[in-house]
């Protein structure tokens, strides 16, 4: 057991995994003598070298489309974008190309790989450096999307995306990679792809969180004094539908957070899964608590923007309440 | 301080059997031996006489939209004979020639074009699927030869597309990354003259496509790309350098679409009758056989006897493509991932039987429910 911060946990996964596997390789922009711009590879290079660590050219879709050869080729590639707002870039080569693999080809040619991409906003960061675009992929049938809230989910779900033989993107929340250390085995382990965890049992409502935003959501709920009980999703795509209906049919309230902009954001997805579910056991309408439909602002004004333990106290007291 | 060059360079192009039957002894003599011409021309009768056959299936409608292959049979027929058969071929959508000489099943492109994917499932040979959307295959291409460079399994990857889409990102980001990687991917841009209706001037005002690989480091050539001999030399060459080097190199066929650019284009609306009568002079077709006969290795009754055996031949792959059993339903579900996630197990299971494709027993259990709060 090692007391890691989540940027470490990934580090962890990705040493474990590479020394498991060698047809696991890393692409990306700096990630190599450089460690990445958050660390997440520091020192693979020394370790692996420069053949299994690759230092690619500044080129997003060309990191993209060549992991997909690099996976039709039967290894196990792990391409990093810097950052997600240089997403656009790929969009084509990962939503037309290598999202379709599998299906166009009735599944002759497979696309096993796995997208890192650093994740959100608070952390003071430049102009197209917080955004989080999660429902655009999880909208996009063939990949599966994960994201982690926590270093011990990190290290598990990493390992699980890196033998999954689908194209699995795993948003990385850059503003808890160092936020709090957690005990993260030092052995290796694999948390399923697909199902949520429960966070804290509660009895008066159902909160859905994934990524940084569970940790407001903690804090939020330990302010209200209500028994709430919070489910991290984990995965995005699939979305454990299962896991929040049996809760939502406990509680009869919902409450979903996420950064993303409101409209058409995975919110209204869970609300939708809640009505085909959970109708008849509803006490109060499913609340969102999200970025608003707006640009991400600059640093100056991102808390503004970002879902914060005020803003989801106040969804609890309503819902509570209605 | 003078001003001196800081890089010249020139571009050669290569041609060595001409229009008019002229051969090149010089760079020709032992490149290809005489049967292996005649196999080439044979497989060249047939796959024209498939391209008229998909033609005419698309316009008495028993076929989707298809893109005619005729003039451009060269270029990937060449490639694919050089290549060896661990090698990757990565097309666009006039390769089939190449795809053929390989061993792809004919019915398969048909399939493609007649809206089923099971004319994508390839475990005949190391081709990938023809690649729609234009420029995307390259940094496939890209990536498989980097795979096999790391496996050190000594493959090398062939890439084919046209002159439009060197205008597009993935083409330079592909170049970028093999040239700086030193992959062994062997570029071959088929240069026809025109992307849809537009020029090639318009897509590049550089005098020749070939010097766009020129700004990534890599060898440069262009070609005669209707000339089986120069299109056989340079690609042996550019897969020598890939395999022995692990060097990519950028060949600029040139070449000549003879039909429109699909069955739902009309080229007349763009091109000059003249260009085209000109280039009908320069089908490969006609200076190969041109070539064989000077030798006596070919006449007009062997020539009767191959249309008689593509014939037959294509009977029987149209057959296979149209007697397909029908897909089912369901099968556009099952290899959307390895493992089907269960909503879209109940979307598959419940597709024909709930608008919303959900699970039935949803409404029994919302009665339960209705009945209990009720109660």
């Known amino acids: 057991m090692a007391n890691l911060t989540l940027v470490q946990a990934i580090n962890l996964a990705l040493i474990q995994e590479m020394e498991k596997d060698d047809r696991v390789l890393l692409l990306g922009e700096d990630i190599g003598l450089n460690g990445g711009v958050f660390r997440a590879t520091e020192g693979l290079f020394q370790r692996f070298g420069g053949d299994r660590v690759v230092d690619a050219p500044l080129a997003e879709s060309g990191i993209m489309g060549t992991a997909i050869g690099l996976a039709m080729g039967g290894l196990r590639p792990i391409p990093e974008i810097q950052f997600e707002g240089f997403l656009g870039p790929a969009f084509d080569q990962l939503t037309n190309q290598c999202a379709r693999s599998n299906t166009r080809t009735r599944g002759g040619l497979t696309c096993p790989l796995v997208l890192r991409v650093p994740v959100g906003g608070g952390i003071h960061a430049p102009e197209l450096h917080s955004d989080s675009p999660e429902a655009i992929y999880t909208h996009t049938p063939g990949l599966k999307i994960v994201m982690p809230s926590s270093p011990y989910d990190a290290k598990g779900l990493l390992i699980s995306a890196i033998r999954d033989p689908n194209p699995v993107i795993f948003f990385e929340p850059k503003r808890i990679y160092r936020a709090f250390r957690e005990e993260v085995p030092e052995d290796e382990y694999t948390i399923p792809i697909g199902k949520a965890r429960t966070v804290c049992e509660g009895e008066e409502l159902t909160m859905v969180s994934w990524g940084a935003t569970v940790v407001q959501c903690m804090n939020a709920i330990e302010q209200s004094g209500r028994s709430i009980e919070l489910i991290d999703l984990r995965t995005i795509s699939p979305i454990d539908t299962e896991a929040i209906a049996h809760s939502v049919q406990k509680t009869g309230r919902c409450v979903v957070v996420h950064e993303a902009p409101k409209t058409a954001g995975l919110g209204a997805e869970i609300a939708a899964g809640v009505m085909e579910n959970c109708f008849l056991h509803l006490e109060a309408p499913v609340q969102r608590v999200c970025g608003f439909d707006t640009i991400m602002p600059y640093y100056k004004l991102e808390l503004d923007y970002l879902p914060d333990a005020e803003r989801i106290g106040k969804a609890i007291t309503e819902t509570l309440a209605y | 301080m003078p001003i001196n060059p800081a890089f010249t360079t020139t571009i050669d192009h290569v041609s060595i059997l001409d229009e008019q039957g002229n051969f090149d002894s ?38 989707g939209t298809y893109p005619e292959n005729r003039g451009q049979e060269v270029p990937s027929l060449a490639a694919a004979y050089v290549l060896q058969k661990k090698d990757w071929m990565v097309t666009c959508y006039r ?22 994917e099971r004319g994508n499932f390839i475990d005949e040979c190391n081709v990938t699927p023809l690649a729609i959307a234009i420029g995307s295959q390259m940094l496939h291409a890209t990536g498989l030869a980097w795979a096999s460079k790391y496996k050190k399994d000594g493959a090398i990857a062939c890439t084919f597309f046209g002159d439009g889409a060197t205008s597009e990102g993935d083409f330079h980001e592909a170049a970028n990354f093999a040239a700086n990687l030193d992959l062994p991917v062997v570029f071959v841009c088929q240069n026809n003259g025109w992307a849809i209706s537009t020029p090639t001037k318009l897509e590049c005002s550089a005098p020749t496509v070939a010097q766009r690989g020129l700004a990534y480091g890599m060898d440069c050539i262009q070609v005669d790309g209707n000339d089986i001999f120069a299109m056989v030399k340079v690609v042996k060459d550019a897969v020598k350098n890939a395999r022995e080097n692990n060097r990519p190199t950028f060949i600029e066929a040139l070449t000549y679409r003879l039909g429109d650019h699909t069955t739902a284009d009309d080229a007349r609306r763009y091109r000059d009758a003249d260009e085209l009568e000109m280039w009908q002079k320069r089908d490969p077709l006609i200076r190969t056989r041109m070539y064989l006969e000077q030798r006596d290795l070919w006449d007009g009754a062997k020539e009767e006897e191959q249309l008689d055996l593509a014939a037959k031949e294509i009977i029987q792959v149209v057959k296979n493509a149209e007697e397909i059993d029908a897909p089912s339903a369901t099968d556009f579900f099952d290899s959307m991932y390895t493992e089907l996630p269960p909503e879209l197990q109940k979307q598959r299971q419940t597709m024909r039987t709930s608008s919303l494709g959900q699970d039935p027993s949803q409404i029994e259990q919302t009665n339960e429910v209705r009945n209990s709060t009720n109660g």
């Open chain 2, 26 to 63: 010089s760079l020709g003599d032992g490149l290809i031996p005489n049967e292996d011409v005649v196999a080439m021309y044979k497989h060249m009768l047939t796959c024209r006489h498939f391209d008229e056959i998909a033609f005419k299936l698309q316009r008495s409608g028993r076929m």
């Open chain 2, 95 to 116: 390769e089939n020639a190449g795809l053929f000489w390989r061993g792809l099943p004919k019915e398969k492109i048909l399939l493609h074009w007649m809206g089923d």
